[in-house]
């Protein structure tokens, strides 16, 4: 059964960082492409970060360029992402997917595994 386990999620000032693990069961971990989504209150989910394969480039949405950086760990089969400079409109459940190879990385539907979530708070 393939398990994708989110941590590193918490209550953080305006300003701060965090860092999101993603542990996935999937194998072979290194041909899937791993993304972050989130969704907060009241909203839909979106796309936030999502990277095909280990050395390939990243993809980031705009709303988070410059500040979130995702990497992965193959060995490991950890996705992680690095989240500086939060706002208190990064407040929300972040999610890890894993999805296989073609699949168009910014949208939801196409992933085929999904974690429970982790709660992301910015406090202002």
């Known amino acids: 059964q393939v398990q994708l386990v989110e941590s590193g999620g918490g209550l953080v000032q305006a300003g701060g960082s965090l860092r999101l693990s993603c542990a996935a069961s999937?194998?072979?971990?290194?041909?899937?492409?791993m993304g972050w989504f989130r969704q907060a209150p009241g909203k839909e989910r979106e796309f936030v970060a999502a990277?095909?394969?280990?050395?390939?480039?990243?993809y980031y949405a705009d709303s988070v360029k410059g500040r979130f950086t995702i990497s992965r760990d193959n060995v490991k089969g950890t996705v992680y992402l690095q989240a500086n400079s939060l706002k208190v409109e990064d407040t929300a459940v972040y999610y890890c997917?894993?999805?296989?190879?073609?699949?168009?990385?910014?949208?939801?539907?196409?992933?085929?595994?999904w974690g429970q979530g982790t709660q992301v708070t910015v406090s202002s």
């Open positions: 997917a894993a999805a296989q190879p073609g699949a168009r990385y910014w949208s939801g539907a196409t992933y085929d595994y």
């Open positions: 999937v194998r072979p971990f290194s041909t899937y492409t």
């Open positions: 990277l095909k394969w280990s050395g390939g480039s990243p």
